[in-house]
């Protein structure tokens, strides 16, 4: 009886609230983007990447839905990205202004500086640019998100450099708005100019990953977590995108790195609890930890920590959050999951 009276509540409002006029333009647009989707989808994913390309999370979605549909998405790269997202054959090529730190004027003048011909070097392009509006800091964000991979230095080089290269044509450029001429303007700009690259060794894999994550709001050249899979796949019962198919309240459990990390206290009783953004390679969840689960496994929390996470679903709002009753490192998963699924096999 209460369904009935709530949809005659609806029957009224559709006729005004959604007329049909609405709802076949609705009906074109998912029509025209499913056909472009379907049969154009390198495309139809650059654009959509380009649109989105101020918003980071979107970003990352798009990104994850390229995946799926085994569309490559490269890094960005100082000599062959564009303002946007880019079409290379089959794959996308990462756009100049979804990087984090590097503005539209960083951006146009790079590129107008590239149509010369492409930059042989770091030092070539500070060279060639303006150093007060391509500052340090946006060719920081440059090299950490790996826009300079392709050129023969590691990013552990180019950073130690990279005072040195801003240092030598801050002088030049100086000089030459006092119309003076320097050595360096006898080259051709195609020829570039080369640095004297220190002996350093690149930076540790989840060092660069944690830099591509900042800037670009996804890891391009691995994940953290790759080396993990079979474990992840072994001892979890759900990933972030399939929880959404299981029911409210069903205990799971769920593995993955902590993205983010919140430490906070109950309204009530001022209780010590954390707001974890729990990521697996999937996607990422949030997770809550109140006060009793805190009080037993609270140690375990650390920001980047591998971690297993037993508790029960909660699907009262539109994204399902887990609250934790139990939480395992990486490093006792084996011992415990394995333990735990002999012992329900011997007793059943």
Same mark, same amino acid.
């Given at each position: 009886d209460l369904a009935e009276k709530i949809w005659d509540l609806f029957v009224p409002f559709q006729g005004y609230g959604f007329n049909k006029a609405h709802a076949a333009s609705y009906g074109i647009v998912?029509?025209?983007?499913?056909?472009?989707?379907?049969?154009?989808?390198? @495309?139809?994913?650059? &654009?959509?990447?380009?649109?989105?390309?101020?918003?980071?999370?979107?970003?990352?979605?798009?990104?994850?839905?390229?995946?799926?549909l085994r569309i490559e998405v490269k890094p960005p790269d100082i000599n062959l990205s564009g303002v946007g997202f880019t079409i290379e054959g089959q794959s996308i090529r990462f756009g100049l202004s979804a990087i984090k730190n590097v503005g539209g004027v960083a951006i146009d003048l790079i590129l107008k500086a590239? &149509?010369?011909?492409?930059? &042989?070097?770091?030092?070539?392009?500070?060279?060639?640019?303006?150093?007060?509006?391509?500052?340090?800091?946006?060719?920081?964000?440059?090299?950490?998100?790996? &826009?300079?991979?392709?050129?023969?230095?590691?990013?552990?080089?180019?950073?130690?450099?990279l005072g040195k290269a801003l240092a030598r044509s801050g002088e030049v450029q100086k000089d030459r708005e006092r119309g003076q001429s320097s050595f360096f303007d006898s080259f051709d700009?195609?020829?570039?100019?080369?640095?004297?690259?220190?002996?350093?060794a690149e930076w540790p894999e989840n060092v660069k990953l944690a830099y591509e994550k900042e800037l670009l709001g996804f890891y391009v050249t691995g994940h953290p977590l790759e080396r993990y899979r079979k474990e992840l796949k072994s001892y979890s019962t759900i990933r972030t995108n399939t929880a959404i198919n299981r029911r409210d309240g069903e205990e799971v459990v769920i593995g993955g790195l902590v993205n983010k990390l919140k430490f906070t206290q109950t309204k009530k009783n001022n209780?010590?609890?954390?707001?974890?953004?729990? @990521?697996?390679? @999937?996607?990422?969840?949030e997770l809550l930890v109140f006060p009793r689960a805190f009080k037993e496994c609270g140690q375990h929390l650390v920001k980047d920590a591998i971690?297993?996470?037993?508790?029960?679903?909660?699907?009262?709002?539109?994204?399902?959050?887990?609250?934790?009753? @139990?939480?395992?490192?990486?490093?006792?998963?084996?011992?415990?999951?394995?333990?735990?699924?002999?012992?329900?096999?011997?007793?059943?």
């Open positions: 998912a029509y025209q983007t499913a056909y472009m989707k379907a049969n154009y989808p390198v @495309e139809y994913m650059t &654009a959509l990447l380009t649109a989105e390309s101020g918003n980071t999370e979107k970003i990352v979605e798009a990104v994850e839905e390229c995946k799926h590239r &149509a010369a011909g492409p930059f &042989a070097s770091l030092t070539d392009l500070c060279y060639r640019v303006d150093s007060q509006k391509v500052n340090r800091k946006v060719l920081e964000s440059l090299i950490k998100c790996g &826009a300079f991979d392709t050129m023969s230095a590691n990013r552990a080089q180019l950073f130690e450099v700009a195609s020829a570039g100019v080369s640095e004297t690259l220190p002996n350093v209780e010590k609890m954390a707001i974890v953004t729990l @990521e697996d390679l @999937e996607g990422t969840m971690l297993f996470f037993r508790g029960n679903l909660d699907k009262k709002e539109q994204d399902p959050k887990l609250l934790v009753n @139990e939480i395992t490192p990486l490093a006792e998963a084996h011992k415990k999951f394995t333990r735990s699924i002999h012992v329900r096999i011997v007793t059943s």
